[in-house]
């Protein structure tokens, strides 16, 4: 079955850099686009980043743009999520997702709806 699982979440000062790391398994990972969402405390989750199957694709939030780096490694069936400069803002549980269907094309999907498995999620928390 599809197995999701995200580490490399923590306590980090404003400023400082995290990278998260989501293994997968269970599935061919070349066939799926993959994405990181997140959700703040009393807040709806929301969109971070997505990059599409083969890595051609990659899409942001406004707000993490410039600061975090989504990649995936192919041969170890990994995404990560570089996160640079990191705000208090940023404090959320960061949860990794595979897209629901297979895409021909490289799509790297901002919408929720298009993903059909996700992660336990991984605390990041960023003090001022």
């Known amino acids: 079955q599809v197995q999701l699982v995200e580490s490399g979440g923590g306590l980090v000062q404003a400023g400082d850099s995290l990278r998260l790391s989501c293994a997968a398994s269970g599935y061919i990972f070349t066939n799926y686009g993959m994405a990181w969402f997140r959700q703040a405390p009393g807040k709806e989750r929301e969109f971070t980043a997505a990059?599409?199957?083969?890595?051609?694709?990659?899409s942001y939030v406004d707000s993490v743009k410039g600061r975090f780096t989504i990649s995936r490694d192919n041969a170890k069936n990994m995404v990560y999520l570089q996160m640079n400069r990191l705000k208090p803002e940023d404090t959320a549980v960061y949860y990794c997702a595979r897209t629901a269907r297979y895409y021909l094309i490289e799509y790297a999907s901002r919408n929720a709806v298009d993903y059909g498995y996700w992660g336990q999620g991984t605390q990041v928390t960023v003090s001022s």
């Open positions: 990059v599409s199957r083969n890595g051609v694709t990659a």
